[in-house]
């Protein structure tokens, strides 16, 4: 077996392709394998009791292709210590878990993706956590939103349907004044667009099921951070609850980072075009994408993310019949709900996505038709919207 990569596995190369495609795995020196085994084993002989080979004693402790994943993580965000899970929601549970106690307080973004929502409101405000949602486009508001209680600050950027941009900086400042924590769900613009940990959150969460695995044939989610006493934290909680990904999607996740940095470029031109086109279209009323210059957080976005993603949404002039009309009329935009796969994906969150915020201070509007904008030919798409909304 091919030696385990340090957790600094990053510290080897400075570009992010080069991480991308090589951190986590070197070629075995036995066999010359280039790609990392599925390791099909649950456990582990050992050499006497006690006496592991390769640190690894059974799979949910440890699996080695899940611990080639979890340094590519580690590296891709630039963070000291990266954990894979099960789904983006077993990252979140273990996140809220490790930071929070009965008693304390957090704040979530007033359009939080909506199954955090939904996990936090109906589940840990049962185990005495309290939460305050704010506004995330505007540092003040999550700001007031604190109390002396409150340990963790998440952040969504860009936000799940609606796009908001998050100052990660001004959040992560305002929060440790307060001493919070900075939580930010990094799921949207992926590592390759905005690192959060270098702009001074705590800790980096996905849902590798989105753009890291990218095929859309793969569901996981990560957890990324610089701070050990967390890290311990989410390695306990990885045994002790077992929330982990097994050896085939964890290799899964693995190949879809190898060509991260590709697709995104890809994501973000054909979402610029997209929504180009649909900024000029009579039947929409609002083109919601931070790389417009009349977004509001245009100006935060380009400073903290090196582009605007493949994420449209857009409101339509016609109200919900105009959007559900919209998306059961696309042909090369499949309905379904999920996003950051190569193919390009049409949906109502109101309906489908973010049902379980309706009659929350989290609904989204009835009009709002979602836009994952895949790597097909932007001719197409374009095309394809063209003849929709005719
Ligand atoms: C999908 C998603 C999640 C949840 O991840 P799963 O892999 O579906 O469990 C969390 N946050 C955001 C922003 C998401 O889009």
């Known amino acids: 077996m091919s030696e385990q990569r340090s957790k600094a596995d990053h510290d080897r190369w400075q570009g992010f392709s080069t991480k991308a495609v090589h951190a986590g795995f070197d070629p075995d020196p036995q066999t010359g394998v280039v790609n990392v085994p599925i390791y099909a084993s649950s456990t582990f002989a050992q050499d006497g009791v006690g006496g592991l080979r390769g640190g690894f004693e059974y799979a949910r402790t440890g699996n080695p292709t899940r611990s080639a994943l979890e340094a590519s993580l580690a590296a891709i965000e630039s963070g000291t210590y990266g954990r894979a899970f099960s789904s983006g929601m077993a990252a979140t549970d ?21 199954g955090t929502f939904r996990l936090i409101d109906k589940v840990f405000t049962q185990w005495g956590i309290e939460y305050s949602v704010a506004p995330i486009a505007d540092p003040a508001a999550v700001r007031e939103a604190m109390r002396p ?49 270098t702009l001074g959150a705590d800790v980096v969460l996905h849902s590798t099921t989105k753009y890291l695995g990218g095929h859309s044939d793969v569901v996981g ?65 609002h083109v919601i994408y931070p790389g417009l210059a009349e977004h509001p957080g245009h100006a935060v976005a380009a400073k903290q993310m090196r582009r605007f993603g ?81």
């Open 310 to 390: 493949g994420m449209v949404s857009v409101r339509l002039a016609g109200g919900i019949e105009a959007a559900r009309d919209l998306c059961s009329r696309t042909e090369v935009f499949t309905l379904a709900e999920s996003l950051g796969g190569v193919e390009s994906l049409i949906e109502h969150p109101a309906a489908m996505t973010h049902a379980s915020t309706e009659g929350s201070e989290l609904e989204v509007p009835a009009d709002l038709v979602r836009l994952s904008v895949g790597i097909e030919d932007a001719a197409d798409l374009v095309g394809d919207l063209e003849q929709a909304l005719a």
């Open 94 to 114: 273990c996140m809220l878990r490790a930071a929070l106690r009965p008693g304390d307080h957090l704040v979530i973004p007033n359009d939080a993706y909506g």
């Open 149 to 197: 209680s409150t340990k963790l600050i998440w952040v969504e950027t860009p936000t799940n349907p609606l796009l908001n941009v998050g100052d990660i900086a001004a959040i992560a400042e305002l929060a440790h004044a307060g001493g919070a924590k900075l939580v930010v769900d990094n799921t949207f613009a992926s590592p390759y667009l905005q690192q959060p940990l």
């Open 221 to 285: 989610g990560a957890l990324v951070t610089n701070d050990e006493e967390l890290d311990v934290a989410f390695a306990f909680l990885q045994n002790g609850a077992g929330a982990v990904p097994g050896p085939f999607d964890a290799y899964l996740t693995m190949r879809g980072i190898k060509t991260l940095a590709l697709r995104m470029e890809r994501h973000s031109d054909n979402a610029e075009a997209v929504a180009e086109f649909l900024s000029g279209h009579s039947a929409v009323s």
